[in-house]
């Protein structure tokens, strides 16, 4: 579905991805994991050009992604969902989920209005459609921007760590979110700490430092038995 291909991003004289090659097929979930400041946030954030890259290709679908008409139909195909909320704060739950479909893919109020609705009650927040973000917990905040996303009708999701931000009980509630889609077979690329969603959820879990993919495997073979000293160091060190 998405390839990246030699992929080099450098902030200033700061490199922070070195010649990334990672390929996601159709339906496939792959957990990404690894320290801080281990470039994990700005390859999915290459994934849909929210970051320049400085060199390498991008191919969505097996066409490369060359220029703003592009970038503009992979990101109407590629949902994400960030640490932070970024929901619009003078609008509903309802309102925020309708705002793409409507303005972005020209769908009609009424018929966008019926999805979100549909969606919002799949994330279990059916009785939530007319309060604003600052009445929602944390983790209601956070289904109401996966629902958000949803609702353009994405063909692949990323998650960037989104329970980061959350209050431990909360947690749960999102993860659940996220393993419903899991089963529902959509494609997703997530940037976790959490390793039991890992092991549960992934197809392949990827490990990074310092701007580069150390490992890459199924997840009983790069949380169980890693084949890199890194790994195993950082997994000791999360895990213990």
């Known amino acids: 579905m998405i390839r990246l291909n030699n992929i080099n991003k450098s902030f200033g004289k700061n490199q922070v991805l070195f010649d990334i090659n990672l390929q996601i097929a159709q339906g496939e979930k792959v957990v990404i994991i690894g320290p801080s400041g281990s470039g994990k946030s700005t390859v999915l954030r290459c994934m849909n050009l929210l970051e320049d890259i400085d060199n390498g290709e991008i191919l969505f679908k097996g066409e490369k992604v060359t220029h703003k008409q592009s970038v503009k139909q992979l990101r109407q195909q590629v949902g994400m969902v960030f ?3 970024n929901l619009f704060p003078h609008f509903t739950a ?3 989920v309708m705002e793409g479909p ?3 893919k020209k769908q ?3 018929d966008s209005e019926k999805r979100a609705k549909e969606i919002l009650t799949s994330v279990g927040l059916g ?3 007319d309060f604003y973000p600052n009445k929602l917990s944390g983790g209601q905040q956070q289904r109401v921007a996966i629902a ?6 994405p063909e692949l999701m990323l998650f960037d760590e989104p329970t980061s931000a959350l209050d431990p009980e909360l947690v749960g509630e999102v993860l659940t ?3 419903d889609l899991a089963k529902k077979g959509m494609s997703m690329v997530v940037v976790t700490h959490e390793m039991g969603f890992a092991r549960e959820v992934a197809d392949r879990v990827i490990f990074m430092d310092q701007g580069r993919i150390i490992e890459d495997g199924k997840p009983e ?3 169980q038995n890693p084949h890199n000293e890194r790994t195993k160091t950082f997994l000791n060190r999360i895990i213990a």
């Open 94 to 96: 309802l309102q925020n």
């Open 221 to 223: 073979q790069v949380l």
């Open 127 to 129: 009785e939530k459609f």
């Open 102 to 104: 409507v303005w972005v």
């Open 83 to 85: 640490q932070r909320f």
């Open 108 to 110: 009609s109020k009424k």
């Open 148 to 153: 958000r996303s949803l609702a353009m009708q």
């Open 177 to 179: 979110v996220m393993k």
